[in-house]
């Protein structure tokens, strides 16, 4: 069983700052890649950023400069450091990991319950 669990959602005002956090625990050989993905009311799930073993990057377009993705691989944590943040960035933020548990085992896509983050004046 891995477990993912997430903070630092909430409401924030458009042009602030949120940075959410996501531990992975349980049995865990080894972690392939982590991320961040969002859902907003009726749209569906994407990718906002993704980061590597290796710290290799992903971001979607959109966030582009406004948001960064790092992690304490000691930790088994990823962070999303979110700036300059609009109201279209408002949605469900859900932490993703993608991870053995066992060296001959396969991999899967674990996934955290989600995170509300609400930007609105």
């Known amino acids: 069983q891995v477990r993912l669990v997430e903070s630092g959602g909430g409401l924030v005002q458009p042009g602030g700052s949120l940075r959410l956090s996501c531990a992975a625990s349980?049995?865990?050989?080894?972690?392939?890649?982590m991320g961040w993905y969002r859902q907003a009311p009726g749209k569906q799930r994407e990718l906002v950023a993704s980061?590597?073993?290796?710290?290799?990057?992903n971001y979607t377009d959109y966030v582009k400069g406004r948001f960064t993705i790092s992690r304490d691989s000691a930790k088994n944590t990823v962070y999303l450091q979110m700036n300059s943040l609009k109201s279209e960035d408002t949605a469900l933020y859900y932490c993703?990991?993608?991870?053995?548990?066992?060296?001959?085992?396969?991999?899967?896509?674990?996934w955290g319950q989600g995170t509300q983050v609400t930007v609105s004046s």
């Open positions: 993703n990991c993608n991870a053995k548990r066992s060296i001959f085992g396969p991999r899967y896509d674990y």
């Open positions: 349980g049995s865990i050989f080894s972690i392939n890649s």
């Open positions: 980061i590597t073993s290796d710290d290799n990057t």
